[in-house]
């Protein structure tokens, strides 16, 4: 298990805080414990998946399920919102490639959509069992063993990750493009973690900022969240509002990295 055993209710939050929270706990507990981990298949391309995403994912399910009757859309096993109904969101281990390959740097993320927006957002941390939760307007925090730290961006790092490769065409080669650009600028050290964790990172002020070119709301929600509750600066990579529908994103702790990142990246 991940230790930190997650509260049944948070005081001021959603009652689907917890819910969320005990369903990334008992996900991250799976996916550490890496039984199925050796069981490969490929989805198409260079994509993969584990037994072990099947087996996070049913559990995940069967908490959030069995907790609040609310649909369920899961990167593995599917699911379909329903109009006029709030839903579910789960990314079982947004990282396999780095998972498959016993990289620790991955993820369990479960987020909430009500009206369009994300509303409620859980993130686990598969390097350390860190849980971490946002609520739309309440802010983002560290949450377990009976305390509750607030997250907050910062600057400090000089650090940007640029994550979510389009597959190859036009889109991957404008990537490749803005990679040589950032590198070249001299002006941060750039990185690629290989999953969305990093925007948990830049809520906790680990990383000043973030580039996804390819960024599916199942993937991403949960740690956008985060981030935009922490002060972070997030648009789509055209440098509009952010929403469930958008294809890109650029996330930055300040207003005027943000621009930075987008000029770089060169998707207005």
């Known amino acids: 298990m991940t230790g930190i055993a997650a509260p049944t209710t948070l005081d001021g939050f959603l009652p689907e805080a917890g819910v969320a929270l005990r369903a990334v706990e008992l996900g991250l507990a799976v996916a550490r414990g890496r039984v199925g981990a050796?069981?490969?298949?490929l989805k198409g391309?260079?994509?993969l998946v584990t037994a072990t995403d099947i087996s996070v994912e049913r559990a995940v399910r069967s908490v959030l399920t069995e907790a609040i009757d609310l649909p369920v859309v899961g990167?593995?096993?599917g699911g379909a919102a329903e109009a006029g109904r709030p839903h579910w969101l789960?990314?079982?281990?947004?990282?396999?490639r780095n998972y498959a390959s016993g990289i620790p740097l991955f993820a369990v993320n479960v987020a909430l959509v009500d009206g369009g927006a994300v509303v409620l957002g859980a993130v686990g941390d598969g390097s350390t069992g860190e849980l971490l939760l946002a609520e739309r307007g309440r802010g983002a925090f560290s949450i377990g063993a009976g305390r509750r730290r607030r997250l907050v961006v910062s600057e400090e790092s000089r650090t940007v990750t640029i994550e979510g490769w389009p597959p190859a065409g036009a889109?991957?080669?404008r990537a490749a493009r803005a990679?040589?650009?950032?590198i070249a600028a001299d002006r941060w050290d750039v990185r690629s973690l290989g999953t969305s964790l990093s925007l948990a990172y830049l809520?906790?002020?680990r990383l000043a900022g973030c580039v996804l070119f390819a960024a599916p709301a199942l993937h991403v929600a949960a740690g956008i969240l985060l981030a935009a509750e922490a002060g972070a600066t997030i648009s789509d990579?055209?440098?509009l509002p952010w929403t469930p529908e958008s294809d890109s994103l650029v996330a930055a702790a300040g207003g005027e990295l943000h621009q930075e990142l987008l000029d770089t990246a060169s998707l207005r």
């Open 45 to 47: 391309g260079r994509d």
């Open 179 to 182: 990679v040589a650009a950032a």
């Open 237 to 239: 990579g055209a440098g």
């Open 38 to 41: 050796d069981e490969l298949r």
């Open 90 to 96: 789960v990314d079982p281990i947004c990282g396999t």
């Open 171 to 173: 889109a991957r080669s």
């Open 75 to 77: 990167e593995e096993l």
């Open 203 to 205: 809520a906790a002020g």
